[in-house]
């Protein structure tokens, strides 16, 4: 198990939130957030619950005060936290 899934929820009577709402609240891609790969790699926090995932936004917006990212626009589509846009 990774340490994630070992992480006890930050506030119990918080809702959990899907992916296409934790992209929309934070104005970031969808596929941060669905695709494994790219929530290891930037270390989204995130629950497994069997086959799905969840989010809590407060986690997720203390995350995003503390990653640099590159928000994608029109120049920059695949922009990701810490990499500076080409």
């Given at each position: 198990?990774?340490?994630?899934?070992?992480?006890?929820?930050?506030?119990?009577?918080?809702?959990?939130?899907?992916?296409?709402?934790?992209a929309?609240?934070l104005?970031?891609?969808?596929?941060?957030?669905?695709?494994?790969?790219?929530?290891?790699?930037?270390?989204?926090?995130?629950?497994?619950?069997?086959?799905?995932?969840?989010?809590r936004?407060?986690?997720?917006?203390?995350?995003?005060?503390?990653?640099?990212?590159?928000?994608?626009?029109?120049?920059?589509?695949?922009?990701?936290?810490?990499?500076?846009?080409?």
């Amino acid at each position: 198990m990774s340490r994630t899934d070992q992480m006890m929820p930050a506030s119990a009577g918080e809702p959990m939130i899907d992916a296409n709402h934790a992209a929309a609240a934070l104005n970031l891609p969808y596929y941060w957030f669905a695709d494994h790969t790219m929530r290891a790699r930037y270390r989204i926090p995130h629950y497994l619950l069997g086959s799905l995932v969840r989010f809590r936004l407060s986690e997720l917006q203390a995350w995003l005060a503390t990653t640099t990212v590159h928000r994608p626009d029109a120049t920059a589509a695949d922009g990701m936290p810490g990499e500076e846009a080409t």
